[in-house]
């Protein structure tokens, strides 16, 4: 597509349950990142994938987080048994390489978790 | 540790006004320093990448300057539709993960 795209873009969950959110990077950018960005704060970085591998998942915050990335394309974040300080907007980017990024990543809108 | 700093954190500015925005950092390193301009409700957008010092990038009204342990973001007569947050992130390591600061958020009134 022309822009990356997330889905959903707005997810209201009650604490405890688990939640998928999906990315699809613009097509042929093999590098692919999830942040996390809380409110009124900075973006946080999650993980990196090359291609469907992830040679950097320092920033995932517990084991509750995982992702994945399959056929070189979309990306899914799952965070199981939902805490309230999950709530944030998380958002994907990606590059046409991940050591090359001259152009800077491209983002997409995010997707808004609250859980209440 | 890495670290980007950016100050100040919010700038209200009269349409015209002319004024620079800092981010600091440290980092081993460098690979890339990076502004996005981010607005409510959306992505943050590329604007420019600087790689050594001295290094200048210019784009309508900004203008964007690299020293060895900071970076300014000049803008030129704004607009109000220059009213955004401008985030700095530096590249540090071969993985293209980015550390960002907490942003500028500017607000330019007519």
């Known amino acids: 597509g022309a822009g990356v795209s997330q889905s959903p873009s707005n997810k209201v969950t009650e604490k405890g349950k688990d939640v998928e959110l999906r990315c699809d990077p613009i097509s042929g950018h093999t590098a692919l990142y999830w942040y996390r960005q809380r409110l009124g704060q900075g973006l946080e970085f999650l993980i990196y994938?090359?291609?469907?591998?992830?040679?950097?998942k320092s920033g995932l915050p517990s084991d509750r987080f995982s992702a994945e990335r399959t056929g070189e394309s979309v990306s899914t974040l799952t965070i199981q048994r939902t805490q309230q300080e999950d709530s944030a907007v998380y958002l994907c980017a990606s590059s046409l390489g991940g050591t090359g990024i001259r152009s800077g990543y491209t983002f997409g809108s995010g997707t808004r978790l609250t859980v209440v | 540790e890495d670290q980007v700093t950016q100050s100040p954190e919010a700038l209200r500015l009269q349409e015209g006004e002319s004024s620079s925005l800092n981010c600091s950092y440290t980092v081993s390193g460098l690979r890339g320093l990076f502004w996005y301009r981010q607005d409510p409700g959306k992505g943050p957008e590329f604007l420019f990448t600087l790689y050594s010092a001295g290094e200048e990038k210019e784009k309508e009204r900004l203008k964007a300057t690299l020293t060895k342990k900071e970076s300014f973001l000049h803008i030129t007569a704004p607009k109000p539709e220059d009213s955004a947050t401008y985030l700095c992130a530096v590249q540090a390591g071969n993985t293209g993960k980015l550390i960002f600061g907490q942003g500028t958020t500017l607000q330019v009134k007519p």
């Open positions: 994938f090359q291609g469907n591998s992830a040679p950097d």
